[in-house]
């Protein structure tokens, strides 16, 4: 019992931790729609801050709550200068695009991070009465963990009478429901816009400046703590403050008996959570249906086939990528293989999320299954290539289909983190099954067959199977298929009513989605050797976000000009010191420069061009 | 047979083409080192880790190089991502032209590297990995590695550990590879020793996400008499604070693989636990004449004490020239026969590399964990030689298919 008891403490004090990061997180995203992927960064930038300052002052109790509320607000200035210096200038851009944006942060906060603190680990010397233990039940528990479980609530609190009892919160509230008629009634959105983040970034201040005493401030906080952060707020219903307290509640305390009982589950337990959750409740504990930003349904016109010039023009870009054998070095030719295996990477993604309105955080999971599934055509059936390769679509397609079925029936941000859920669990199940997988040893000696061994046939065959394969999603998104496909991410309900079974579309676009990142992940782990967890982990997922992204989800040729220009780049940049921060502030330039993407922002200046010439 | 002035000028042509070929075969061309590591996902290993080497490669040619030649590295940065080192591998024997790979520190990258070496028949030189498949199950002729694989770290504790006799066990260890190999070997070798010992708890904290709260409540619930610990860096910490106010560490040793490495000491401060049975470097009270005078060229170079990973570094340039040195050549069939049995310098004595599996025989020290003015240190260590820290060649023989 007293035992029982003292778990339950543990996990309060864990889920007060996790509530302060993801408070800020449901906060941003219930005004301003943003999904921000660099909270995390905040959240370690607010960790090193505090050290700085606490490692100089003295060590009363009085100067610690002076240091991290310092902490808190040096990291509200930073939130607010990246709003007022990126994402202000990019709302009007498609939904999402700010994710991408805040992706290039994170790469730039990482670098930045190193280069001021230094590559050690900092921990803080902890005062006495830091140390300190209290007995329950003749058990001694942290004096600090009882300050954090009242912490949580303390905040919870005073954001709820921030929200409820001043004018400011009561525009943040009208703007969470409907932001365009708050723009509408005369209120300037940008002050609520900068301060909403700037309290979302100080609230990931506080909290990594609060987690400061339980450990250290290190550079592999920002990646570690993001993930779960999303999952809290997704369980709890986006935008909400009392329902994220509740589910980091739930999975703070679940937490702290799921690893008593089962020590391993540590990799998948907050994904199981969350997988279960949005089964049950598709919008969470607390969400409500997403208000549908006006503006963004107009924004979208349909996608037409390209004109004679666009195809010509694909047609010399593809001439050239059969040839380059001829002229590219060996090292040229396997970047080259990998941004073919890109380009059905993303564009097996853009199925769901340009046509399909589907956004996914763990598209990689389907790569990663036919990944796998080549590996074991391979290693453990004897089989050759051939069969590798025809066995991964069909594989990951199956899984997606599997998986569909739960996911279609979502949208927006709850679909993308429930396909994440899943890729997360898929994951863990490569990553733990060690007798079958391999774990993280992967599976290595995957090489093509003796008739594919030289690199120019690898090319070769990789860009038959994954440019064929993009060729041939994209003549099924100009098929009936596509356009009913569209036309329920457009208006579900209008598409309905002319008999179209929305469901089912989207579910096959899933699967389809499915089978072309399997065979991409197949191609790959020819190309590659070896299959490890890593192919399905959410850096790739994310990868490929970027690279529909990048390009434009609006077009056809997006994701596979954003593939081939983030493969390119991406593998040049590594090649030099300090590519993070390169290549971070590229995307951010990119995405100042093209909200639309690089072939959408080509597209509209021909478009342009076009137009006036007679 | 005459030359034409066309084939004089298509030979030109082609000698202005492939310059890197030309310098190649000149005999006063540098050899060339291709090394690859996690530079920006472990900087706290990585960082210090090129220090070493680049210290090493301005001794050995300051010393007048190998085989008359200067050593050259060029080296890049993996992102932590096996797929990545593969390409970089494929460009650094395509296109820089090295005479052999070197680097890596997380596992998968190390084997995905290695299975790079065996499909093309280059040598690679593991430096730090740790997991014993890459000398083992996947070892291979083609294969080095310098550091001592998760098994001998392990079989040097466990003669210590032994000592403490007692008999209810727990485990924490991170939920990777790593991590279960320690607690695999861990377990087997000390019921080898210790008949009739339990092993009651275990924990798998995810690597930087422990949850050390829970994780210290649920092993004090198994009323432990001994504890062996393979968490590191932030989640040791963590781990370390919790067990440290909930006096999970009171009266009972304590097991700890890598914690007395400077990289992982250091953060634990002035909450070192006291008495921890560790590997790692004592780099303060190390006396001998080798290690004073890589410690005394390291702070004259870069300012700062070495780490573990600078040893590292160091070392696997030095076992790299003495294994050259020995081949007499930088062809690859030759380097891989000649490493065998080569003998090479390291800030901590003479190490060889083993012919049975081609592993370094670089040992690590084992000693105790103190507190001495606030700051955590190794005592009471002695250096354990990675030699006798092995399976016996029929075991190793057993697990290696080559």
Known sequence: MDLIFLQLLTGLAGASTLFLVAAGLTVIFGVTRVVNFSHGSLYMLGAFIAWSILSRLPREPEYFVLGVLGAALATAVIGALLEVLLLRRIYRAPELLQLLATFGMVLVVQDVALWIWGPVDLSLSRPRWLRGAVEVFGLRFPFYDLVLIVVGPVVLGLLLLLFHRTRWGLLVRAATQDRDMVAALGVDQRVLFTSVFALGAGLAGLGGALALPQGSANLHMDLSVIAEAFVVVVVGGMGSLTGAFLAALLIGVLQAFGIALVPKITLVLVFLVMAAVLVVRPHGLLGKPQAMARGEVEALAPIRPAGPALHVLGLVALVLAILAPFFAGPYLLSVLTEAAVAVLFAASLHVMMGPGGMASFGHAAWFGVGAYAAAFAAKGLGAGMAAGLLLAPFAAGALALLVGAFVVRMSGVYLAMLTLAFAQIAWAVAFQWVEVTGGDNGVLGVWPDAWAADKPTLYWLALLLCVGGALVLRRALFAPFGFALRATRDSALRAEAVGLDAYRLRWVAFGLAGAGAGLSGAVFAYAKGSVFPTYMAIPHSVDALVMVLLGGVQTMAGPIVGAVSFTVLHSWLLMGEFWRIKLGLLIMALVLAFPAGIAGAASAAWERWRGRAP | ?402
């Open chain 2, 1 to 402: 047979m005459a030359f034409s002035r066309r084939t004089l000028l298509a030979a030109g042509a082609a000698t202005l083409a492939a310059p890197a070929l030309v310098r190649a075969q000149s005999t006063s061309a540098p050899i060339r080192i291709g090394e690859i590591n996690s530079y920006t996902a472990i900087p706290a290993f990585t960082v210090p880790y090129r220090m070493g080497w680049q210290l090493a490669v301005e001794q050995v040619n300051a010393a007048g190089g190998v085989l008359g030649r200067r050593l050259e590295v060029i080296s890049h940065d993996d992102a932590g991502r096996p797929q990545d080192a593969v390409r970089l591998a494929g460009a650094l024997f395509d296109e820089t032209k090295v005479d052999l790979l070197a680097g890596g520190f997380l596992s998968n990258v190390g084997l995905a590297m290695s299975d790079v070496a065996r499909q093309r028949k280059r040598l690679f030189v593991a430096s730090e990995p740790l997991t014993d498949a890459l000398v083992w199950e996947q070892g291979h002729r083609y294969c080095y590695r310098l550091r001592p694989s998760t098994y001998m770290q392990v079989a040097m504790l466990v003669e210590d550990a032994v000592k403490f006799g007692a008999k209810r066990w727990v485990t924490v260890s991170p939920n990777y590879e790593y991590g279960q190999s320690l607690v695999k070997w861990f377990k087997l070798l000390m019921q080898r020793h210790q008949p009739g010992i339990e092993f009651v708890a275990e924990q798998w904290p995810a690597l930087g996400r422990i949850d050390a709260g829970a994780t210290v409540a649920a092993l004090a619930q198994a009323r432990p008499d001994a504890i062996f610990n393979g968490t590191f860096g932030p989640d040791l910490t963590n781990f370390v604070r919790q067990g440290n106010t909930r006096g999970l560490f009171e009266r009972r040793p304590v097991v700890s693989v890598l914690t007395g490495e400077p990289e992982y000491l250091e953060p634990l401060g002035d909450e070192t636990p006291e008495g921890w049975l560790v590997t790692g470097w004592p780099v303060e009270s190390v006396t001998d004449a080798t290690s004073q005078a890589f410690i005394a060229a390291y702070r004259a170079k870069f300012g700062e004490m070495p780490k573990m990973g600078s040893v590292v570094g160091h070392a696997t340039i030095t076992a790299i020239a003495a294994g050259i040195a020995k081949s007499g050549s930088v062809e690859t069939e030759a380097m891989a026969d000649g490493f065998k049995g080569a003998r090479f310098p390291t800030p901590f004595g003479e190490a060889y590399w083993r012919a049975q599996d081609n592993q370094g025989t670089l040992g690590t020290y084992v000693g105790r964990t103190a507190l001495r003015g606030g700051k955590g240190m190794m005592v009471d260590w002695r250096y354990a030689d990675g030699a006798s820290a092995m399976p016996t060649d029929e075991e190793v023989r057993r697990m290696r298919p080559v």
